[in-house]
Nanobody, 123 residues
Framework: QVQLVESGGGLVQAGGSLRLSCAASGRTFSNNIMGWFRQAPGKEREFVAAISWSGRTYYTDSVKGRFTVSRDNAKNTVYLQMNSLKPEDTAVYYC?????????????????WGQGTQVTVSS
């Protein structure tokens, strides 16, 4: 019943910035946690960042200080501002939603997923 659509990916030079958006539609009332994951070819999907309905955030160590996750509850939209991008950030980025109030970092606990948006960082 919940649909997630990511946008904002693209190709940028190392050191550049991108802002990803994830628009949620459908029955979103019980989906309190919004997360961002990424997956590079041949690698496992990994947690990037997440935010609760109230605005509490958590980041994986590799993006701390560079990425910022935020949300606009009125618009049912979550954002991922990515600064100081590195080639190792290249991946397909996915938006995901989970029920509850505790931020989860394991992909299997998330109930809904977007289609993904490609982020490519050149050197």
């Amino acid at each position: 019943q919940v649909q997630l659509v990511e946008s904002g990916g693209g190709l940028v030079q190392a050191g550049g910035s991108l802002r990803l958006s994830c628009a949620a539609s459908g029955r979103t009332f019980s989906n309190n946690i919004m997360g961002w994951f990424r997956q590079a070819p041949g690698k496992e999907r990994e947690f990037v960042a997440a935010i609760s309905w109230s605005g509490r955030t958590y980041y994986t160590d590799s993006v701390k200080g560079r990425f910022t996750v935020s949300r606009d509850n009125a618009k049912n939209t979550v954002y991922l501002q990515m600064n100081s991008l590195k080639p190792e950030d290249t991946a397909v980025y996915y938006c995901a939603a989970a029920e509850g109030f505790i931020i989860r970092i394991v992909p299997t606990v998330y109930d809904y997923w977007g289609q993904g948006t490609q982020v490519t960082v050149s050197s």
